[in-house]
């Protein structure tokens, strides 16, 4: 007696269609990069598998996005920034359909225990807006208090504070871009150019330029970039984590536009707003303690100059030594990509998982740290309930000699 019961014709063909792109993977690419692309595809897989048949007169629908699913995967294995066309038809519904069906976990759990939960459609209309979410950014004009002199105990979520210099440090962030499928190049260029039409003190760029498709060839990031050599002497960088997998291809782009890479070093400019002596570290995943420590030892502070410092990773600000950085900016987390900011509330998932800071601005003694939300994003398909930021930060410090 059979006591396996029969797949249905959807299964067969998602089996099919993961034991391809692994063994193209694997074949073609890396043993490691098989492995996350099977665990990812397979857990897709699984889902999609449990929840096809409540979708009954949009099946047809269905397959043709996990279809889609298959081929994007299999082009990941030779990945290469795609034409509109393909981000139109494949890469985008691609993102729409894997994160509507990551969303539809619980309905998948519920159906292999027997039950049948309502509204099998509502993640993916999450996904829709989130899609929208991911092809737009907030421009926004973000007023910052820091050497203040005001000191909080512990590592908390800081009020944006009241008071006000005559002329402050304008800023504009960019983090994040992940130069691919939702950040073209002309969208980059947009986003540089605005940058630029701001006439800010300082332009930085904190790191994670590029995706997986935009690694071989520093050309692309750097025509995304070159709207920023408009301001000579005001563009400084550092690495992100993403960064140290293509880091001569982030060098030479940044060359190209002038940019100047602070990795561990400091430099002092003058601004119309004063001297800032702005610290970029580069990005560590082990020992950060020790490695921040070094870097502002070996680095240390110009008497009357705003100290700012590019640090990608918001985690390790618990590690920079207190007192020794008026503003931190860092990105890393896309503010924590899904949540309720759009609502107005500060709430993300990132912060119900971990306890690093996720958006907006913080404060821990006298330091102080701003979390941007990202330019683009990148891991879970796309941005739901947490825009995409294009900020000004307009930056008083009160507390410093010779600030105007």
Known sequence: MNLVPPMSAFAWLSLLGWALVFGAAAALRSRSYAVFRGVSLGLHSLIAVAIAPRFGWALPGFWLLQALVHVHALALVRPRLRPLFYRVLVSIPTAFFSAGTLLAFPWAIAQAFGF??????????????????????????????????????????????????????????????????????????????????????????????????????????????????????????????????????????????????????????????????????????????????????????????????????????????????????????????????????SWTLLRAFVSAPDHGLWARGRDRLYVHRGTGHYGFPLRLGVPAEESLLVVHAPGLAGQP
């Open 116 to 345: 049948e939960l309502w509204g099998v459609f509502i993640p993916y209309v999450l996904a829709l807006i989130g899609v929208v979410q991911s092809l737009s950014a907030r421009e926004e004009e973000v007023e910052l208090v820091v050497a203040d002199g005001e000191s909080v105990p512990g590592l908390a979520r800081h009020a944006l504070g009241a008071q006000r210099v005559s002329r402050p440090l304008r800023i504009v962030q960019i983090t994040d871009p992940h130069l691919g499928p939702f950040m073209s190049i002309e969208r980059l260029r947009r986003i540089c150019a605005r940058a630029v039409a701001r006439n800010p003190d300082l332009v930085v760029l904190t790191g994670d330029f590029l995706t997986m498709e935009s690694q071989s060839d520093p050309a692309l990031l750097s025509r995304a970039l070159e709207p920023l050599a408009a301001l000579e002497g005001r563009v400084f960088a550092c690495f992100g984590n993403h960064d140290h997998e293509a880091p001569r291809t982030v060098q030479k782009a940044l060359e190209a536009v002038g940019a100047r890479l602070l990795m561990d070093r400091a430099e002092l400019v003058e601004t119309p707003a004063g001297r800032v002596q702005i610290l970029g570290a580069d990005y560590v995943f082990r020992e950060r303690k020790a490695h921040l420590t070094r870097v502002f030892g070996e680095n240390p502070r110009v008497e009357g100059a705003l100290r700012l410092v590019l640090l990608h990773d918001p985690g390790a600000f618990q590690h920079v030594p207190e007192g020794d950085a008026d503003l931190v900016l860092s990105g890393h987390t896309h503010g924590g990509q899904v949540g309720l900011v759009s609502l107005g509330l």
